[in-house]
Nanobody
Framework: QVQLVESGGGLVQAGGSLRLSCVAS????????MGWYRQAPGKERELVAV????????NYADSVNGRFTISRVNAKNTVDLQMNNLKPEDTGVYYC???????????WGQGTQVTVSS
């Protein structure tokens, strides 16, 4: 089992910034993928950004590329998401995700609300 605890959501005006953090605990495999997904009201959950323990492997949604930056500290099992130039369409619940490289195991955090006002 892996537990994920997120922090850092909130309310911000368009153009502002927020930083989300997530820490994983439990049975952590040395090779894994951690990242962030979000779900807006009435929409499906979508990938925002994920990052392999090999820091060269990162994926971003097209809608956030250039505005959001994912980073992680493998030794601390943490993953952060720096969100700049936020837009109202970035509003949603942001979920931290951990999975093994081939998806055999996957866990979700409880979610943190991000609201961007226009």
């Amino acid at each position: 089992q892996v537990q994920l605890v997120e922090s850092g959501g909130g309310l911000v005006q368009a153009g502002g910034s927020l930083r989300l953090s997530c820490v994983a605990s439990g049975r952590i495999f040395s090779i894994n993928v951690m990242g962030w997904y979000r779900q807006a009201p009435g929409k499906e959950r979508e990938l925002v950004a994920v990052m392999h323990t090999n820091a060269r492997v990162k994926n971003y949604a097209d809608s956030v590329n250039g505005r959001f930056t994912i980073s992680r500290v493998n030794a601390k099992n943490t993953v952060d998401l720096q969100m700049n130039n936020l837009k109202p369409e970035d509003t949603g619940v942001y979920y931290c995700n951990y999975r093994t490289p081939y998806g055999q195991e996957q866990y979700w955090g409880q979610g943190t609300q991000v609201t961007v006002s226009s």
